[in-house]
């Protein structure tokens, strides 16, 4: 890159205005409502022994000694260190185990077809409802399939990222100073071709917020600065080798020993020696820059250019570097307009979640919050003036008891040399002195001529004072008795002890819960990110190189809206995962349960139940740290032996069969009822037929002769007498069909039981085998007698 270029790239203006917000207002805001308690406390915490002395810190406008006043210091420069034992006591029941996230889906609410105006007598509208159930079924089983993934994956990254680690430095400067920071983004360890997303520790002094917000969901942007080596900075961003030549700001501790160092101190110049480099990341939620007041006397064009990248922005900024680490002049100038958006752009585009004030690549943690700042308060800002006095007072009665172990001796100036030598030369724990009688006539006796003189009283009150500073110390940050397994009186019942512990404990509890909700957050944002950055065969070696998870990871989870990953999704850790156990409280609670469950459990178990009895003998060994609990288990009864698999199928078989002869005799009875019914209506048509006729001839005949009569009479009868005939001839022949199908249907039935006859003898054949194939195992098993009662 043309470095005479560089002073000219389009952007430089709003590269000065951001530096100048970040190191003026922004700096100067967390300095004055959070910084200069939070660096105050920390001393406290980890410093010099005697900081409080010094007279920068203790007369400053803000120290605990007027300018004027005349006040000595002590001889003893004492601290009271109850910020460290806030973190030796708070810290460990927060984190101290690797905890397990848990993700499952946000189930929606079941709506009654009715409310819905549905009528479910109506079969159509019924059938539509059925439908959109089981395809909403549908929806949320591929829901419970991605939140299985997601838990997976994050529980493995949890051990791989090194959480643990991270996660403790930022809940101990969280208990210090009142902040916790996490910064979420992707990593790749160098060497190596693998990624994955990682939630790192971030120092309270590289992070700053927009200084004009006053809650935090109005925070527009957030700064994070870093000073790493200039070759790994180019590195990061892509940069030429020697794009940042002579940009360093300071030199490392390798740097500092060469002799190009010693030179430039010298010189007072800089040159390679000058080998790291501070640069800010910025995440904007209001574009790119152009939007500040102080860019409006920038370029139109570039201002209207600027406009193109939209809202979410990101920008990487260094002193002495007139230029945007991601977009240097050969990017602005020659890239395409999609590879400029992109390098302005997020990382990771958390930002979907806005107005939730969690949105951010950084995760906050703080245990107590100011309404009206972005700036959260230590735990101990409101006890330190306090502090100050104890570590105070301490100091100066170390002075008092350190004057009053001096004993102070009168004598007259005339034996003072005689008698100093000889106190001073004298051996053991008695000494004597001898006196002069000269002397000690004129002095009229020893006891006018040396004295010891009375000490000055020690004030108790004075102390009393102390304690009762201590005192509120205590009740102001919670450090009280209890969290050091002390009491100041003896407790009078297990009430009063448990109401004790809970009161105690309830500040403990809280932030422990909060501690939740950061990891929780952190997790999530972990999640984002690999949805986001990470294809199928990225994250092929944590599902086993499973084809099948590979596939739904591009399919099912990276394959959905990227707002739904928080939306449609619950992240929350398992219960107590995050915290250390308390042993006695679990042992004490399963004591307390054995009385209901445990009468229960034994008549289970001799019944051959024993799986209640052995999960808790399971959970009660480990509650004491038993190593070895299967030996208080009971043994499994033996299963009981069922049918073999031949016989399985020779019971199918004869069933099949059985079937088959109840469907043909349906068939039959089916056949000769539909005979009947036929037989039944051509007996009435014919009988029809006849009164038809017979009517005809009465109307006809009237003026006829005897003789017709005669004729139709006998027409009649032998008519009658045909159907006659005819009606026996069906009825002969329905019943010679029926005695058939009679016949066949006992035949069929005589087979069946022939077969059945066989199929018994084969079973008991194959029973008979069965027994005595068992009695020769039992015969070659050792002996074992399960326990008909179970352990107490």
Known sequence: ??????????????????????NGPAREQKLERWGKYADEIYKFYNTAHNFMWDQEYARASDGYLDEAAAIPLPEFKMTLNRISDGVDLFAPSMLNQYPEVE????????????????????????QQYEIRKYQKAQRQAVKEAVASTKQHYLNWLQLESGKKAQAQR????????????????????????????????????????????????????????????????????????????NKGHMQSRWSQSSEGSKVDSKQNSKSDAWDLITYYEIFSKNGLGQRLKSANGMQKDVQKECEQFGDFCYLALAKDVPFPLNLPDDIWGKESRDEQFMRAQWGIPFW????????????????????????????FKPAIGLIRFVNWAFSFLADKIARSAVDYIAMFKAAA??????????????????????????????????????????????????????????????????????GAHQMRSATEAEIMGGNATIRVDEMANKTDDFYTLTATKECQAAAWELEGH??????????????????????????????????????????????????????????????????YATQGQVGPWNAFMQDLCEAVDIQKPERYLLPEPEPQEGPTPEEQQAEQEAMAKQQDMQMKMQEHEMKLEQMRFDMERKTAELQAQLQAKQAETAIGVQGKQAEQAVKLQGAQADQAAKAQESVLDMHMKAAEQAQGMRFDAAGHVQEMRQDEEVHDQEMDQAREEGAVKRQVMRQQKPSQKPSQKPKQ
């Open 417 to 486: 040399s005689d008698i100093k030598k000889q106190i001073v030369s004298g051996k053991g724990p008695f000494r004597t002195i001898e006196v002069d009688a000269t002397l000690a006539d004129g002095a009229r006796g020893i006891d006018q001529l040396v004295k010891f003189l009375d000490k000055p009283t020690f004030d108790t009150g004075l102390w009393t004072i102390v304690k009762e500073a201590i005192f509120e110390i205590e009740k102001s940050t919670g450090l009280n008795d209890v969290l050091y397994a002390m």
């Open 1 to 22: 890159m043309n470095n005479a270029l560089l002073d000219t790239h389009p952007l430089i203006g709003i590269r000065n205005q951001w530096l100048e917000l970040i």
């Open 103 to 126: 993700v499952s889906p946000v189930y929606l609410p079941e709506i009654d077809p009715i409310a819905l105006g549905i009528d479910t007598q109506n079969p159509e509208a019924a």
């Open 170 to 245: 930022a809940i101990t400067e969280a208990i210090v100073t009142g902040l916790g920071l996490m910064y979420t983004r992707m990593y790749a360890p160098r060497g190596s071709n693998i990624r994955y997303p990682r939630s790192e520790y971030l120092c309270t002094t590289q992070y700053h917020k927009d200084p004009d917000a006053s809650r935090p969901e109005d925070v527009q942007f957030i700064a994070i600065e870093w000073t790493e080596p200039v070759n790994l900075v180019e590195a990061r961003f892509n940069l030429p080798r020697g794009t940042l030549r």
């Open 352 to 379: 979907t979640d806005d107005a939730s004030a969690h949105d951010w690549p950084v995760s906050e943690l703080f245990f107590k919050e100011d309404p009206r700042s972005i700036w959260p308060i230590s735990p």
């Open 538 to 603: 990225e994250v092929a070696q944590v599902f086993d190189n499973d084809p099948e998870l590979i596939h739904f990871w591009d399919a099912g989870v990276r394959g959905q809206n990227f707002e739904a990953i928080v939306r449609d999704y619950s992240y929350r850790l398992a219960n107590n995962s995050s915290r250390k156990p308390n042993k006695h409280q679990r042992l004490r609670a399963m004591t307390d349960i054995s009385q209901y469950v445990l009468p229960v459990y034994q008549e």
